[in-house]
């Protein structure tokens, strides 16, 4: 069986914890006589690759029970789908339904903006906020999630799925705002081109599920053309610096679809099934949040930044590119910039 890898973002999960002991923080889990975090990292990767083989199981993580203890989560599609130990390596296993995963890049449709409303599906005047609807011409519609830039190059950060088109798009492509699903019309509505993308591996079996880390891609834009800030309803401009989310982290997010909401990270180190229209795709390391109607079809490429206050809010999180009714999943931000060698650009 595969063994996961112990990446440089689980190793600063650890270290950030370790941080907030030494600085007088909140209770830190498996320091009060619980397991340790890399004690239940541990549990759940050995079991990950067999359980993920089952039938209705969709993914694992490490969270927290009720007691404020590390846990190794089971994600099932449905109550009853499978039948697994209530404990692994003597770390308890807590069961939770979230249904299928899937890429949400299919865009739902939205009731008519109210004249107090800022509509996120139209075609804003450039320079277009970050949050609002993009896309590929052969997508229907995804979220601008962020302005990054390279220290010469500026470029808008959204996902494959949404930019790439699953792989089948090339570099040079138009990408649109607002999306085909929303009017977008190439070229009268092309904001940016393609530059580069990681290329997301499809399983072949159940058993043979290459791991990826993300779903990400970069266009090639302008300051004229793309803005560093969401709407004026929305959280504003995100900071440069990211934050490693950590159990329990608040977290917002602007998108296309579901515009300003608000959730906390349930799970971490999280390796997730998710469906896609070519197949089925297995991502590693991941950021599970919860939250009342998070994120839906057509927020893919939302950035979720940091809710707290003064230096620790909207800080760069993860990328939304993923999730179900209950749960949304997001790449670790930092491993998508690090990849494309950009950072956040706040506009300064």
């Not at 107090?116 to 804003?124: G, P, T, W």
């Not at 997508?139 to 190059?153: I, N, P, Q």
Request: glycine letters at 12%.
């Amino acid at each position: 069986m595969k063994m996961l890898r112990w990446t440089r973002s689980r190793w600063g999960l650890v270290a950030a914890l370790m941080a907030d002991v030494a600085l007088g923080g909140p209770r830190v889990p498996g320091l009060a006589g619980g397991p340790s975090l890399a004690a239940a990292m541990a549990a759940q990767e050995t079991v990950t690759a067999d359980w993920l083989a089952l039938d209705g199981v969709v993914g694992t993580a490490v969270g927290l029970d009720r007691s404020g203890d590390y846990v190794v989560k089971v994600y099932l599609t449905a109550l009853g789908v499978a039948q697994l130990p209530a404990s692994v390596a003597g770390i308890p296993v807590e069961y939770e339904i979230t249904g299928p995963i899937r890429a949400l890049n299919e865009a739902e449709a939205l009731p008519a903006a109210m004249s107090s409303e800022i509509d996120r599906r139209a075609n804003f005047p450039r320079p277009v906020p970050i949050g609002v609807s993009t896309g590929h011409p052969g997508v229907t519609a995804g979220t601008l999630g962020a302005r990054v830039s390279d220290g010469e190059r500026v470029f808008a950060l959204s996902n494959n799925h949404v930019y790439a088109n699953n792989n089948n798009a090339s570099p040079g492509d138009p990408l649109l705002q607002p999306g085909v699903a929303d009017g977008g019309r190439n070229p009268t509505d092309a904001v940016a081109t393609l530059h580069d993308f990681e290329e997301i591996e499809f399983c072949a079996t159940r058993f043979r599920c290459p791991l990826n880390r993300m779903d990400a891609a970069i266009a090639l834009t302008s300051t004229d053309d793309v803005g560093h800030a969401t709407p004026d309803d929305g959280y504003g401009s995100p900071r440069t610096t990211p934050l490693e989310a950590t159990l329990g982290t608040k977290v917002q997010k602007y998108g296309r679809t579901t515009g300003y909401t608000h959730g906390t990270v349930t799970g971490i180190n999280a390796v997730i099934d998710v469906s896609y229209r070519g197949g089925v795709a297995r991502f590693e390391d991941q950021i599970l949040i919860s939250g009342n109607g998070f994120s839906a079809g057509g927020d893919s490429g939302s950035l979720i930044v940091s809710e707290g206050f003064l230096a620790a809010d909207r800080r760069p999180v993860g990328l939304l590119f993923a999730g179900s009714p209950t749960s949304t999943i997001a790449n670790p931000i930092d491993i998508v910039l690090d990849r494309f060698d950009v950072t956040i650009d706040e506009g300064n």
